[in-house]
């Protein structure tokens, strides 16, 4: 089958954690021999910030990372419908692409058929700013994939699609897996952005402060860090040390020995059952993973099993101090943490779910692959 995806970018995860995920679900549609088409903005933000910071040497390294991964760059005023989606059967278009777009691509499929359509959304602003949300013309699309059943609920209640399905995030584990062979060297790492009002309380209370009390080694990666975010980090014995590509994550969570899941101010407060998708990563990385509050609605995980819960900055110092003491439960955790994702949360399970949402579209009987 022809599917065509229209995303922010694949290219480029610079502040931008819907390309990890984007980039396992195209590998395993690539893997069961579907034509997958994959087309991003020339003018994308994501892209352009990556190569203003560090070059264009990112954009190769990514082609060298992931050979069988290409996308188109466009321009929406030179875009040929016609010509992209022809031979279509199934169309994404992600919640990031311009309204107008969006608008478009739905009166093509009014006036053309021939495949399905499909909005994905993998961000809170259906809740937080749900005006802006509000300007996409979904009018002609099939329906919504949703990385949340908070999300999935807010467009029905709404009334911007008749239909929904819930579609979360999962771990490409083709790449996200454990390395045995590299031993760990430092205590803690913790892996994205600092996120501004939406995170900052939230990394001193269960990141910085624990780490500096407990006297911690160890390294912190990713952007949009201001000097007062580099101060805190330097006070807390832990090192900044910037944008890491997301394929080279597996690495560097094996020279470590634990990690932390730290969620943005709306999910865990407005939008229950929605986890980052580095926690995806890292369990399936097999590292021990302790996790600041959310309330796991949807059941993902198995909070004490697969991972630890500190519900306050007292309790992650607590948990820290056990996992780095105790062997047997740090290797517990990485065991039972990987299995999980092995058993629920790979992106074969996503695509195994997209498909079996294309046959109900086609009334169809799904076929779900091993």
Do not use: K
């Not at 058929?113 to 005006?131: C, K, N």
């Not at 992650?316 to 439960?329: F, I, N, Q, S, T």
Request: proline share 6%.
């Amino acid at each position: 089958m022809r599917i065509v995806i229209f995303c922010h970018s694949l290219v480029s995860d610079w502040n931008h954690g819907n390309a990890h995920f984007l980039r396992g679900i195209v590998a395993e549609l690539l893997d069961r021999d579907h034509d997958v088409r994959v087309l991003e903005p020339r003018d994308g933000w994501s892209v352009q910030n990556l190569v203003r910071e560090h070059g264009p040497a990112p954009l190769r390294e990514f082609a060298r990372a992931f050979p069988d991964l290409r996308s188109t760059p466009y321009a929406l005023e030179d875009l040929d419908l016609d010509a992209t989606l022809d031979g279509a059967g199934l169309v994404l278009v992600h919640e990031w692409s311009a309204p107008e777009l969006v608008a478009r691509i739905g009166r093509h499929r009014a006036a053309t058929g021939g495949y399905r359509l499909l909005f994905h959304d993998t961000h809170h602003r259906a809740q937080t700013v749900p005006r802006e949300m509000a300007r996409y013309d979904l009018s002609h699309y099939d329906g919504v994939l949703a990385f949340g059943d908070v999300i999935r609920r807010i467009y029905l209640r709404r009334g911007w699609a008749h239909r929904a399905w819930t579609w979360h995030e999962a771990a490409d584990v083709r790449v996200f897996g454990p390395h045995p062979e590299i031993p760990p060297r430092e205590d803690l790492v913790w892996v994205g952005n600092w996120g501004d009002d939406e995170r900052e309380e939230e990394l001193r209370e269960f990141l910085l402060e624990p780490a500096r009390r407990l006297r911690l080694t160890g390294s912190i990666h990713g952007v949009r860090y201001p000097r007062r975010a580099r101060i805190a980090i330097r006070a807390s014995g832990l090192s900044y040390r910037g944008w890491v590509p997301n394929h080279r994550a597996p690495q560097l969570f094996a020279r470590h020995r634990l990690t932390v899941h730290v969620p943005r101010r709306p999910y865990a407060r407005s939008l229950p059952g929605i986890p980052t998708i580095r926690m995806f990563e890292a369990l399936a990385c097999g590292i021990p993973l302790i996790s600041a509050p959310w309330e796991d609605t949807e059941h993902l995980f198995r909070p004490g099993e697969d991972h630890l819960v500190a519900t306050t900055g007292a309790e992650m110092e607590a948990a820290m101090r056990e996992v780095l003491h105790d062997p047997e439960l740090a290797d517990r955790l990485r065991v039972q943490g990987r299995r999980t994702i092995e058993a629920r949360h790979t992106c074969a399970h996503r695509v195994d779910e997209l498909l079996a949402i294309d046959a109900q579209l086609r009334g169809q009987p799904a076929q779900v692959a091993s």
